[in-house]
């Protein structure tokens, strides 16, 4: 196969070109929540904690489990956030072994501000392709989630 013919079959493939532009989507929404937070060290793999982590607090093993990653790891993340001051750690008032992670603004303040930022990429996407072309690929992205979630019960 011609790399050429490679390019154009990537160029036709609407996964691919979902993929590539969650990627970039992704990128920009990093940067974003960087300047919200004012942490220039914040990584992904810090916000990908996120929505592991419930306003009640969540204890490191259950993090790992819903995340699907050793207990280590997330702990290793926890201890950079602690010193971010994004979370912090409480004894959990059942099991005087386990800690709980909590948002350290109690989670609705942090989620908010984080959505704060992706809202900055979605006023740009609306510039870019106006309201109705924003609202259509919306709707779009909408029917390709619903149909992915099937797919993926079968």
């Avoid at 004012?38 to 995340?67: C, M, N, V, Y």
């Avoid at 870019?128 to 149909?147: C, F, P, S, T």
Wanted: hydrophobic residues 40%; aromatic residues 8%.
């Amino acid at each position: 196969m011609k790399t050429s013919d490679f390019e154009d079959r990537k160029q036709a493939s609407l996964a691919h070109q979902l993929i590539k532009a969650g990627r970039l989507l992704n990128e920009h929404g990093l940067a974003a929540a960087r300047i919200a937070f004012k942490l220039p060290e914040l990584k992904q793999t810090h916000l990908d904690l996120f929505p592991h982590i419930d306003f009640a607090g969540t204890s490191i093993s259950d993090i790992a489990k819903r995340k699907g990653v050793s207990k280590q790891a997330v702990s290793k993340l926890v201890q950079e956030m602690i010193k971010m001051k994004l979370v912090y750690l409480e004894d959990d008032p059942n099991d005087s072994r386990t800690k709980r992670v909590f948002f350290y603004t109690r989670g609705p303040y942090a989620i908010s501000k984080g959505f704060s930022a992706l809202e900055v990429l979605d006023k740009s996407l609306k510039q870019q392709l106006g309201e109705h072309g924003y609202r259509l690929l919306l709707k779009k992205v909408d029917d390709i989630h619903a149909i992915l979630s099937v797919l993926e019960k079968d």
